[in-house]
């Protein structure tokens, strides 16, 4: 048999065989993909509203001390998301943003913690060190997302009224870890 | 006698000119997911979205396969821990164009992929497709989960039949 049919034969049998190789030849191919996901550490926190407006009342009359029930501001809520990347524990803190002149008390009622873990510390007398009015911690570190509380604001009776004066008074809401 | 050989062996080599390809090409793998992916962006008391779109997309090339051939794609993500976010992948079909030589079936539904081994589909065809993209989110995210960075791998499959219904 002379090259020439030979390679005749050859392209023959190809066309002729080849889709039916192909029809009945399974197939498996596999590839694989790399990718990588950073989570950031997310730490926010927001006070609504961001005004609030308590009126003192005056006493009755003369000699009769002022603020014998004390007035309150708010109430406030506060949100906060902690991701639980980046620590462990972390805690939130208040503190006066400027003189006060009169004693007031902090204090997060109605706390709503929807997921996580947050410990509140209890009532604080404002001062303009920051101060701890709640923390979280656990065994894993996804604490503290969406707390949803009421912040409000009372002075105590007895004040000094000499220090009192009409104004707008600013209060810190920190979130640390 | 030799020229049965070489008969035989030129047969082998002819059935074998149809070697099919699957080429997987991933654009952006590192992706940072911020405040900014929150439900509401950059919203205290908010978690995160319940879709974060991945600026991540892959491009499916299919070789070697006739027209007649359908086929379809599989991908799974092995060792991933069970907590973890799971990845959807979503064919976007508007960028693929058909041609005689094959076409994708167009009625699938984005497949998301848990931890496991099992492997899901993520598109049908048949015949060779010069590329179309899929588009990568991450669902089922938690703020309250530490996940940390994620280094991950999908594994692609193209196997010669039509995808489960």
């Known amino acids: 048999m002379s090259m020439k049919k030979i390679s005749t034969w050859f392209i023959k049998a190809c066309s002729l065989l080849s889709p039916a190789l192909v029809s009945g030849q399974g197939f498996v191919v596999d590839q694989w993909s790399v990718f990588e996901v950073d989570f950031e550490p997310i730490a926010l926190i927001r006070v609504e509203p961001d005004l609030v407006v308590s009126k003192v009342v005056g006493p009755q009359e003369a000699g009769t001390g002022v603020l014998i029930k004390g007035a309150q501001a708010g109430p406030f809520e506060v949100f906060f998301t902690r991701s639980s990347t980046g620590g462990t524990v972390g805690g939130m803190t208040v503190s006066a943003a400027g003189p006060l002149g009169m004693v007031v008390e902090v204090e997060l009622a109605n706390l709503n913690v929807v997921q996580g873990n947050f410990t509140y510390s209890g009532p604080l007398t404002l001062s303009s060190s920051p101060l701890p009015i709640g923390t979280s911690s656990g065994g894993y570190t996804g604490v503290a997302n969406g707390v949803l509380a009421d912040l409000s604001v009372s002075t105590s009776p007895g004040s000094s009224y000499s220090q009192w004066s009409a104004g707008t008074h600013n209060i810190d809401v920190q979130w640390q870890w | ?165």
């Open chain 2, 1 to 165: 006698m030799a020229v049965v050989r070489f008969a035989l062996v030129a047969l082998l080599w002819c059935g074998t000119t149809y070697g099919q390809s699957l080429i997987v090409q991933t654009s952006k793998p590192q992706q940072t997911v911020s405040a900014e992916d929150l439900s509401i962006p950059f919203y205290a008391g908010a978690d995160y979205a319940l879709t974060i779109d991945l600026k991540t997309t892959s491009t499916i090339s299919v070789f070697g396969v006739p027209p007649e051939i359908e086929w379809c794609l599989f991908a799974r993500r092995p060792n991933w821990a069970p907590n973890e976010s799971q990845i959807k992948l979503t064919p976007d079909i508007s960028t693929f164009h058909a041609s005689p030589l094959g076409g994708i079936d167009k009625s699938l539904t984005p497949a998301s992929l848990d931890a496991g081994i099992e492997m899901l589909p993520v598109l049908s065809g048949y015949g060779e497709v010069q590329s179309v993209l899929i588009d990568w989110s991450l669902t089922g995210a938690s703020v309250l989960i530490d996940y940390g960075l994620q280094d991950k791998s999908i594994q692609w499959r193209l196997i010669n039949r039509g995808c489960p219904p």
